[in-house]
């Protein structure tokens, strides 16, 4: 079956502008997470979505950051107002739920010129 | 909460020669423990997991990791290496709810 797919895998915006980046789970899989990877600084927790519960937000840097997940399915994570650091790659990942497995998407990779 | 070190940043292992990847967490409950590794330019995917009774984990490649309670580590190890092992490997907890702490990494370069 397919994977987690995320798109795009390569975005390149300039300062100031808004960008969406989009996340398919795997069929089935409840929970569906947003992590940020910058270069030596590991996964940074962004966001939760779990079913139809209010998602946990508590990682979202500021407030040019939202994520929403339609239909318990595909997931939107949106950065208004881009600025240079918050070119990172932007990882997606969905378990199902109850066994521990995070199943990673390969990533989008953001530069804000 | 709960935190995950990962000292080395890089190390470099001839091929054939064995490794040891370590990993510290600090948590005052008890936790899961997991390995991640992401190969160029792919997503992660998991290694092994602890989640309890044997404190030896084998996963996948011919990796296996060791859970000391007393020292708080969760080494990864594997007897010889390959080429095709170089890639960055993660190490995470998690307390059992849906949140999970990744450590920053650890890049194994396999030389020829």
């Known amino acids: 079956g397919a994977g987690v797919s995320q798109s795009p895998s390569n975005k390149v915006t300039e300062k100031g502008k808004d960008v969406e980046l989009r996340c398919d789970p795997i069929s089935g899989h409840t929970a569906l997470y947003w992590y940020r990877q910058s270069l030596g600084q590991g996964l940074e927790f962004l966001i939760y979505f779990q079913g139809n519960s209010a998602p946990d937000k508590s990682g979202l840097p500021s407030d040019r950051f939202s994520a929403e997940r339609t239909g318990g399915s595909v997931s939107t994570l949106t950065i208004q107002r881009t600025q240079q650091e918050d070119s990172a790659v932007y990882l997606c990942?969905?378990?199902?739920?109850?066994?521990?497995?995070?199943?990673f998407g390969e990533g989008s990779r953001l530069t804000v010129l | 909460a709960q935190s995950v070190t990962q000292l080395d940043s890089q190390v470099p292992v001839f091929e054939e020669a064995p490794v040891e990847l370590r990993c510290n967490y600090s948590?005052?409950?008890?936790?899961?423990l997991f390995w991640y590794v992401q190969y160029p330019n792919q997503g992660l995917q998991l290694l092994l997991k602890?989640?309890?009774?044997?404190?030896l984990v084998k996963g996948i490649n011919g990796f296996e990791a060791e859970f000391n309670k007393s020292q708080t580590s969760f080494h990864l190890r594997k007897p010889s290496v390959h080429i095709s092992d170089t890639a960055e490997y993660f190490c995470a907890v998690s307390a059992g709810t849906y949140k999970y702490i990744f450590g920053t990494g650890t890049r194994l370069k396999v030389l020829a």
């Open positions: 990942a969905s378990s199902p739920q109850g066994t521990g497995e995070l199943f």
């Open positions: 602890y989640l309890s009774g044997s404190t």
């Open positions: 948590s005052s409950v008890s936790v899961y």
